[in-house]
């Protein structure tokens, strides 16, 4: 089986970004959690939601091998589902969302970045898919 590496080239871009975004997230979240919980309790446990996403799916890419991949594909899937349900929500029902998550607006907040990672993240996956040789 011929494979390209999924964390190389562009990939280790993807692996940087991932794991900036789970920095970022993880320290808001905790910073949110722990001083203004009451204020916004949905938005603030999704923003938790997303840190931890963002470092499985960090974790995943780096590593690259066959499990991991797997496991960086259903992390991103399950990004891409989040940014889309809370981004329409947050659309829908503002009310819900007194404080912005990290993927309320579909991430405008973040220059769209959230919505643009994971569609990038698993066309690399699937971009750098082992392919059987004949």
Do not use: C
């Amino acid at each position: 089986m011929s494979e390209t590496r999924v964390n190389r080239g562009f990939g280790r871009v993807l692996v940087v970004v991932y794991a900036v975004f789970a920095l970022a997230a993880t320290a808001r979240s905790f910073v949110q959690i722990l001083t203004r919980f009451d204020e916004a309790p949905v938005a603030y446990t999704l923003s938790a939601a997303a840190a931890l996403i963002y470092v499985v799916a960090t974790v995943a890419l780096a590593r690259g091998d066959k499990t991991s991949r797997r496991v960086a594909t259903t992390a991103i899937a399950i990004e891409l589902a989040g940014v889309l349900i809370v981004g329409t929500a947050s659309l829908v029902a503002p009310s819900a969302f007194p404080s912005a998550s990290v993927w309320s607006t579909f991430g405008s907040g973040y220059l769209f970045i959230p919505l643009a990672l994971p569609i990038l993240g698993l066309w690399w996956l699937h971009r750098t898919r082992p392919v059987p040789e004949d």
